[in-house]
């Protein structure tokens, strides 16, 4: 049976933290592919994010090197806002026999209950919570963890306390963000002036 992770985020920018994610998920979940799926019109999110286009580049370069890994624009083309569970359909329905592995960080696990059908999501994949370095309370079961234990388990995550704000802010303030981005996606980020304030 096909195992097929499944890591979305905004990746405004995608950086070394979401790099080491991936590298540990393919590892540990013994996948046989891991796609990258760049969100497209994020219901949940507050702020703006970055065009489409930028985010697919940025991702692209950023996970260019990884074997096995596969950046997946289907949210970005889909018109209206961006469920996860419609991406899984979409998998499900092209690979029916896979086995699916949803990476979560452990905020956003915490937070599934009030995602679009989410008890389908629970079907569909199993929920592996990657734990991040500056989270508080690391590695405590929440609530949906203990009710659905079998549709969970826990990722080892690298401790890399890097974060996507931080480095907008960074490039904002046109400070260093060595050792957090990639080189690529740092020259893309220059060149197009992503993240500079008016």
């Known amino acids: 049976m096909k195992r097929i992770g499944v890591f979305g985020g905004a990746f405004d920018p995608p950086h070394v933290a979401h790099a080491a994610l991936v590298k540990a998920a393919l590892a540990e979940l013994q996948l046989d592919e891991l796609r990258v799926v760049p969100t497209g019109e994020a219901?949940?999110?507050?702020?703006?994010?970055?065009?489409?286009?930028?985010?697919?580049?940025?991702?692209?370069l950023a996970f260019a090197e990884l074997p096995h890994v596969v950046v997946d624009p289907r949210e970005l083309e889909r018109v209206g806002p961006s469920y996860t569970v419609d991406t899984l359909r979409e998998f499900k329905a092209l690979w029916p026999t896979a086995e699916f592995f949803l990476i979560l960080g452990e905020d956003q696990a915490q937070a599934l209950p009030s995602w679009h059908d989410w008890q389908e999501i629970l079907q569909l994949a199993i929920i592996c919570v990657a734990t991040r370095a500056c989270s508080t309370g690391a590695g405590a079961k929440f609530d949906l963890e203990t009710t659905h234990?079998?549709?969970?388990?826990?990722?080892l995550m690298p401790a890399l306390n890097v974060s996507a704000t931080d480095i907008r802010a960074r490039f904002a303030a046109h400070l260093s963000v060595a050792d957090m981005v990639f080189e690529p996606v740092a020259r893309y980020i220059a060149h197009h002036h992503l993240y500079q304030t008016a």
Not at 50 to 57: C, E, G, Q, V, Y
Not at 149 to 155: I, N, P, Q, T
Request: proline share 8%.
């Open 43 to 60: 219901w949940h999110k507050t702020r703006t994010l970055s065009p489409a286009p930028h985010r697919l580049a940025m991702a692209q």
């Open 149 to 155: 234990k079998s549709r969970f388990r826990r990722l």
